[in-house]
């Protein structure tokens, strides 16, 4: 692959190439640094593509990142985990995801590697170069502990000021609004957002807050760590009106022309190879020509795009803030994204809802009361909170995804997305800029990196001492390599890289991936002649495949992968299940769904609202459950959501509730042996749930709309399930 110098980059991004200065090489060849301890600031975006900013191939205004990668380096192959809490894990610690103890998401399923809460013997960055004497500061996503609602302070182990740093503003949730996010915190105490509150913006002020703060208050040999973990641009697609005017009618071509003009971009700036062509559009994504309601798919672009613009703004105080303290040159810059963009319809499927022709209630919320829900029910001044296909996005008053469609263009050109261990799935931008150290202005550096070289970049260039031992507990050694090197265009030597997340797998030695779907066949790729794995060799060269392959089995076994409870086991043959309250049942030992009929018919005392019973999660499932009182169903389909809910509330006492799901797909929901809802769902569950089923909570990833675990407030006498024959 050819190099694009820092001339042909800023003539790419419309920035004059005058005034051009080289600064001195402090990394040599092997890392080790000499000069003075630099500060560090790591950004991370949330769901964000490979190609959406500027430094990439993307159309979205991000001048600021433009700036910083025409004066630092651009890796085009940096990897991440797949999805938001373990590549937040492992970004944090340097080890893979369930060595941290976050293999799939915050939920605890009782193995090492799945506890949904970061382990006892793995440190954080602001842990390790505490050792250096540096100072430690959070803006924004925590997203590492199951533990959203402590009972009491010693629940709150793993929150950020418990896990090294000296400072914190943002959420411990993984997901919410923009107006009124959820679990939003300044250092250990919940707190209310304010009046014209902006997620994003507050991330970032806040950020450059702490920078002013720390040069004001900290002598001046004392450097700091930032973490800053933007939620932009997560679902809901949420953007200012003056943001989302600036990208009016900028997609009104459709994501066929978006992808295709940003891979010849992204080929004239070196980023990929002509060679590996662009992959098809992916399944389920049909041409432009062929969409519906075209305003609206424009318009939940243009506000990805807007949260996109917004951000970089931010980023832009951020910069300032170091500038203004004298702090800019020493200082190490780092941005990246946690998995490749989401291909979730969360919001965006079916009718509008709340049912705009039902009464509401609008009464404002309290200006004291906390938002405790990850989709708020109504904004603070009373609106309902609206979801379904054609609401527009942007407000506060909206809760919808921007899509596949388009998240397959923000992947270009690589496969499938967030979830996934494909390329577009795991691939992310990462810029380094460190105008003290980083001689290779505007320069692309084409080795492969993971999220794992984070950690020990850091412990390198802070001349930190990487702890063997925390509260005397023993601590696993880091995992990456110091991208030091690289700076300085040396080499970074390592044996391989591995992945897992849901069954989805892999393993990269040098050009060579093996990876696999789901729990099936391995596929071999060449990613130097074919990074966008179009052409699997595996049938071609099987030895290669045996070798690799028993790679990942050791890697598997060595850091508590466990593929959802081992390899496949035998699934249940039970056609009737008789459960009880807090009943858990594992996938092998619960009801197969898998393309049959099923009813379930449950004996329960309603005392509020919560889940009746659930199997599987956001990618396959069903659950009964109550919400406003209101006794609903859902199914999901390959993440497509599918809702039904009774006109009425649920009787007092005791009743009996029922859903089935027949074969054609119709779902039919009953009170008392009455029917009240029904819906159309595609058809019967079309693959075994990977989750496991839960009765009286949804602890494994939510089917319906609703935030987890949605424990159930009433009491439960007795759920049974029977499958058809």
């Known amino acids: 692959m050819r190099t694009t110098t820092r001339r042909q980059f800023l003539r790419a991004m419309g920035i004059g190439a005058a005034g051009l200065v080289t600064t001195r090489l402090v990394a040599g060849k092997t890392g080790g640094f000499s000069g003075k ?19 990439y191939g993307g159309e979205i205004r991000t001048p600021t990142l433009d700036r910083l990668a025409a004066g630092g380096l651009r890796f085009t192959q940096f990897y991440n985990t797949a999805r938001c809490c373990p590549t937040r894990a492992s970004l944090m610690t340097g080890l893979y ?173 070196g980023i990929v190879e002509a060679k590996w062509g662009l992959t098809d559009r992916d399944e389920g994504v049909p041409p432009w020509e062929q969409a519906k309601l075209k305003p609206w798919q424009e318009r939940r672009m243009e506000v990805y795009a807007a949260m996109i613009d917004r951000m970089d703004r931010g980023i832009a105080r951020i910069v300032a803030a170091l500038k203004k303290a004298g702090l800019f040159d020493d200082t190490l810059i780092f941005f ?40 708020p029910i109504k904004t603070r001044d009373g609106r309902p909170v609206r979801t379904g296909e054609g609401v527009m996005p942007g407000p506060a008053d909206t809760y919808i995804a921007y899509g596949k469609p388009w998240a397959n263009a923000s992947n270009t050109p690589f496969r499938r997305y967030k979830h996934w261990v494909h390329e577009g799935g795991i691939s992310t931008p ?37 702890p063997k031992k925390r509260k005397g507990q023993d601590i696993q050694p880091m995992e990456g390599r110091s991208l030091a090197p690289a700076f300085g265009g040396g080499r970074i030597e390592r044996e391989a890289i591995y992945w897992e997340h849901e069954g989805n797998r892999a393993v990269r030695v040098g050009q060579w991936k093996l990876v696999a779907l789901n729990r099936g066949p391995w596929e071999l790729y060449d990613l130097e002649a074919d990074r966008c794995e179009r052409n699997d060799l595996s049938a071609k060269q099987p030895d290669r495949v045996a070798k690799m392959a028993a790679l990942w089995d050791a890697y598997a076994q ?69 919400a406003g009182g209101k006794i609903a169903a859902a199914t999901r389909h390959r993440g497509k959501l599918t809702s039904a809910a009774a006109s009425a509330k649920l009787p007092a006492g005791r009743v009996t509730a029922g859903l089935r799901l027949a074969k054609d797909g119709t779902l039919s929901l009953s009170v008392n042996g009455r029917p009240v809802a029904k819906a159309k769902a595609p058809g019967p569950i079309p693959a075994m749930p990977q989750d496991g089923l839960e009765v009286g909570r949804d602890e494994k990833g939510a089917v319906g709309e609703y935030a987890v675990p949605h424990a159930w407030e009433g009491k439960i006498h007795s759920v049974v399930i029977a499958i058809d024959s």
């Open 37 to 55: 301890r630099p500060n560090i600031v790591l950004i991370m975006a949330d769901d964000m593509g490979f190609s959406d900013i500027g430094p």
């Open 97 to 269: 995801p369930h060595q941290a103890g976050v293999g799939h998401m915050m939920n605890d399923r009782g193995l090492p590697g799945y506890r949904g809460d970061l382990g006892r013997d793995c440190v954080t960055i602001a842990e390790a170069v505490k050792t250096a004497g540096y100072r430690a500061y959070m803006a924004g996503k925590w997203h590492v502990t199951r533990f959203t609602k402590p009972a009491d302070d010693s629940e709150k182990h793993n929150w950020p000021c418990q896990r090294g740093f000296d400072r914190f503003f943002g959420t411990i949730h993984g997901a919410g609004s923009f107006y009124d996010p959820n679990t939003l915190t300044r250092d250990n105490t919940y707190i209310v957002p304010g009046e014209g509150f902006y997620y994003t913006d507050a991330i970032s002020d806040n950020a450059a807050a702490f920078i002013a703060d720390h040069a004001r208050q900290q002598k001046a040999d004392t450097p700091f760590f930032l973490y800053v973990a933007y939620t932009c641009s997560h679902w809901p697609m949420h953007a200012l009106p003056e943001d989302i005017a600036r990208y009016k009618g900028r997609y009104a071509q459709g994501w066929d022309a978006l992808r295709a003009e940003r891979h010849k971009r992204q080929i004239e700036m």
């Open 336 to 375: 990246l994204a946690d998995n490749g963009g989401c291909a979730e319809e969360y919001g965006s499927r079916g009718p509008v809802r709340p049912d705009p022709t039902k009464p509401f209630d609008k009464t404002p919320m309290a200006p004291d009361e906390l938002q405790t829900r990850m989709q």
């Open 430 to 466: 990462l810029i380094a800029h460190w105008p003290g150290a980083i001689r290779r202005k505007g320069e692309l550096e084409h080795q492969p990196g993971h999220l794992i070289d984070i950690m020990a970049t850091c412990v390198d260039v802070a001349g930190a001492t990487y």
């Open 558 to 626: 060595r850091t508590n992968v466990v593929l959802f409870g081992g390899r496949p086991k035998k699934l249940s043959k039970k056609k009737r299940f008789e459960l009880k309250a807090g009943a858990v049942l594992p996938q092998h030992e619960a009801p197969n769904v898998a393309g049959r009929a099923f009813s379930v018919t449950a004996e329960v005392q309603a005392a509020g609202d919560g889940v009746i019973v659930a199997q599987g999660g956001s990618s396959l499932g069903w659950v009964l459950y109550v």
